[in-house]
């Protein structure tokens, strides 16, 4: 009997779709950490404490086996940055908008423009999960197709479970400013109506308004007079469907 976790895809898909063959357009570069930070620095002589067999098994025990292939700095350094994701000191700010290429499928879209997604699909990588990747793949671009074919398994439904979740999750902005710059109003409401919008949140110290080409929707950037008063901004409408199929974007800055 074949065990349950291996029966999601055929093995020739398995074999011919490699995970670095998978939408290499829409790769993510690994974090450039600045090394003169004094709080990078400070992990980094910790982790030079270790043992090469010590920085293996934390770097497994998170989850992330070190390649046969990775030499030893870069193992300190994926641990780095393990540990200090780990404690939230790095990695919590929304990422910038990545638009995906022309012509993309709805797997590209995901993985450029979807941080939760983008996130998952990263975990599946570096957990090797092949099946999962693939998985995820066919299910983006043909969801019907991908239930006819893989359906009627445990495992499928939580694979697919744990990709609706990551797709509608809502990613966390660090605020630490009181600057904002915002997208995705509706051209109609006019600057006025933007800024008494945003003006029902807190008072604002800078205001700027700008319609775009599209002759439909507005953006702009705005400055609060607390920080606190950004946080409530971006907390309620960063997200907000605005209709006609946009969705109004507040980045803090």
Same mark, same amino acid.
């Given at each position: 009997?074949?065990?349950a976790?291996?029966?999601?895809?055929?093995?020739?898909?398995?074999?011919?779709?490699?995970?670095?063959?998978?939408?290499?357009?829409?790769?993510?570069?690994?974090?450039?950490?600045?090394?003169?930070?004094?709080?990078? =620095?400070?992990?980094?002589?910790?982790?030079?404490?270790?043992?090469?067999?010590?920085?293996?098994?934390?770097?497994?025990?998170?989850?992330?086996?070190?390649?046969?292939?990775?030499?030893?700095?870069d193992?300190?350094?994926?641990?780095?940055e393990?540990?200090?994701?780990?404690q939230?000191?790095?990695?919590?700010?929304?990422?910038?908008?990545?638009k995906?290429?022309?012509? +993309?499928?709805?797997?590209?879209?995901?993985?450029?423009?979807?941080?939760?997604?983008?996130?998952?699909?990263?975990?599946?990588?570096?957990?090797?999960?092949?099946?999962?990747?693939?998985? +995820?793949?066919?299910?983006?671009n043909n969801?019907?197709?991908?239930?006819?074919?893989?359906?009627?398994?445990?495992?499928?439904?939580?694979?697919?479970? =744990?990709?609706?979740?990551?797709?509608?999750?809502?990613?966390?902005?660090?605020?630490?400013?009181?600057?904002?710059?915002? +997208?995705?109003?509706?051209?109609?409401?006019?600057?006025?109506?933007?800024?008494?919008?945003?003006?029902?949140?807190?008072?604002?110290?800078?205001?700027?308004?700008?319609?775009?080409?599209?002759?439909?929707?507005?953006?702009?950037?705005?400055?609060?007079?607390?920080?606190?008063? +950004?946080?409530?901004?971006?907390?309620?409408?960063?997200?907000?469907?605005?209709g006609?199929?946009?969705?109004?974007?507040?980045?803090?800055?």
């Open positions: 009997m074949v065990p976790s291996l029966m999601l895809l055929p093995l020739s898909f398995v074999l011919f779709t490699p995970p670095s063959m998978i939408s290499p357009r829409c790769q993510q570069p690994a974090m450039a950490l600045d090394y003169k930070d004094p709080m990078v =620095a400070k992990e980094f002589a910790s982790i030079q404490q270790l043992d090469t067999e010590e920085v293996e098994d934390e770097l497994m025990a998170s989850g992330i086996p070190a390649p046969p292939t990775m030499n030893d700095m193992m300190r350094m994926m641990l780095v393990v540990r200090l994701r780990a939230g000191k790095v990695g919590t700010k929304k990422p910038k908008p990545k995906a290429p022309a012509g +993309a499928g709805p797997f590209e879209v995901a993985l450029c423009e979807n941080p939760g997604f983008q996130a998952l699909y990263e975990e599946y990588q570096q957990t090797r999960n092949t099946n999962a990747m693939n998985l +995820a793949t066919e299910y983006l969801p019907r197709q991908a239930k006819e074919r893989y359906g009627g398994t445990a495992k499928y439904e939580e694979t697919i479970a =744990a990709i609706d979740a990551a797709l509608k999750a809502k990613v966390e902005q660090e605020v630490t400013t009181a600057k904002i710059a915002f +997208a995705g109003f509706p051209a109609n409401m006019g600057e006025a109506g933007v800024k008494m919008t945003l003006e029902a949140i807190g008072p604002l110290k800078d205001f700027a308004y700008e319609p775009n080409d599209d002759g439909m929707t507005a953006g702009g950037s705005a400055e609060f007079e607390e920080v606190a008063t +950004a946080k409530a901004c971006v907390d309620k409408y960063d997200g907000m469907d605005m006609l199929g946009v969705a109004l974007t507040i980045e803090a800055l």
